[in-house]
């Protein structure tokens, strides 16, 4: 059971209420910051590679250094939450990445860079992890699911002015000031995010009161099936995000105009779900469904679209491929939301990031699984399989997670 907070005076609700609704806001535009962060590299790849002296492998074990920090540092990530609070976890978090992100337009050589994208993958995870923590401790069970889908939602708006953001900057002042131009933007947030951030009454002496106990957490079960159903269902995200412009093109024969003309359908359905995933929910609680439930509801709902996508291994035209995978799109982010929103419901203020750390990690160690299986199959043109495959996995990743959770609903 989420530990209660104070009642508020109508006065002090007035404040809270306007406080909240300027956290979520910050919340969101840290998750854009992270995500044209994240994609400045890749998009500007040929060039950096060029300039650098880097070939094809040189810059896929750079990827892999990312993303083996990125796993590691969720679990580590999530305690440092619990300890210092969403406020200063955010603060340190995004602040290291952004100064990682600056410190690649200084780069000379490949190790340079392998070394700036490691330190990325360390700063990266503590939006994730203070997210959570900030909802948890300033909105009520019904309107958890719902604002943990807003501020999902701006990695969907990073990922989509990214290009055009990134491109420009590289165009008008070089590659090296995009990366310390996007890098900068993460210093003027944090001001305001030290500025507006206030703990409610209870919070902040809730969280130093008793040290995390790791061993009755890595004894829960529930937390291995809420990670193993993330590390199970999440590669179908990484797998429309990464590798389904490249099938369009490379299977389709769809030029580079047209997949960034049209592709974007795909990740707006994306963000439809994120808030929608929450919405629901949240209605389900407010019509009187205790709020595990309705999580699981949800994220059954999303299960049973999800397999849809399976239909895109027939071949059928663009339009209909195109609207098959925005239908998995938003059934994923439903999905996605509502296990987060579980998290927040399932476990106490005092270590709920903690425990969101370590299921995250499962997502992440689910896409590094996952990048190799699915590159093996595309680079043999078997993206029919891969369809079929991850058509399967929300059903299964939902049945973990109902098990695991259900004797405490």
């Known amino acids: 059971m989420q530990e209660p907070l104070t009642a508020a005076s109508p006065s002090e609700a007035t404040h809270s209420g306007r406080l909240r609704w300027a956290i979520l806001a910050l919340l969101f535009a840290a998750t854009v910051l992270n995500y044209v962060d994240r994609q400045t590299l890749s998009i500007l790849a040929s060039q950096v590679q060029k300039d650098l002296g880097i070939d094809d492998a040189g810059y896929a074990r750079i990827v892999q250094y990312f993303l083996i920090a990125y796993a590691i540092s969720y679990i580590g990530a999530g305690w440092v939450t619990d300890k210092l609070g969403a406020k200063w976890t955010l603060a340190l978090f995004l602040g290291w990445w952004s100064l990682a992100n600056m410190a690649t337009g200084w780069v000379r050589n490949a190790a340079q860079l392998g070394f700036a994208r490691l330190m990325l993958g360390i700063g990266e995870p503590g939006v994730y992890t203070a997210g959570p923590k900030a909802v948890a401790e300033h909105f009520p069970s019904e309107q958890r699911g719902f604002a943990i889908g807003i501020y999902t939602a701006g990695a969907m708006v990073g990922a989509t002015i990214a290009p055009p953001l990134i491109a420009f900057l590289a165009l008008q002042y070089g590659w090296r000031a995009a990366f310390i131009i996007t890098g900068a933007a993460g210093f003027v947030w944090l001001a305001i995010w030290l500025v507006v951030y206030r703990s409610p009454d209870g919070a902040e002496p809730a969280r130093t009161k008793e040290p995390i106990r790791w061993g009755p957490i890595l004894r829960d079960r529930s937390v291995w099936g809420l990670a193993t159903a993330r590390l199970i269902a999440d590669p179908v995200w990484y797998f429309y995000l990464f590798w389904f412009p490249k099938y369009l093109t490379d299977e389709r024969g769809m030029g580079l105009i047209q997949v960034a003309s049209l592709a974007w359908i795909v990740y707006l359905a994306a963000d439809v779900g994120s808030i929608g995933g929450g919405w629901f ?94 590159g093996q199959l595309a680079s043999t043109g078997n993206y029919d399989r891969v369809f079929l495959l991850m058509g399967a996995l929300h059903p299964v990743a939902w049945f973990i997670a109902w098990i695991s959770t259900r004797s405490r609903q």
């Open 281 to 374: 929910s949240g209605r389900l609680i407010r019509s009187g469904i205790a709020p595990q439930r309705s999580r699981i509801i949800a994220m059954a709902c999303a299960a049973a679209l999800a397999p849809f996508g399976m239909a895109i291994a027939l071949n059928l035209h663009i339009g209909p491929t195109l609207a098959i995978a925005a239908l998995v799109a938003f059934a994923h982010l439903v999905f996605q939301i509502n296990i987060g929103a579980l998290v927040v419901d399932r476990y106490p203020m005092s270590h709920v990031a903690t425990v969101f750390g370590l299921i995250a990690a499962g997502s992440a160690l689910g896409g590094f699984a996952s990048t190799h299986v699915v």
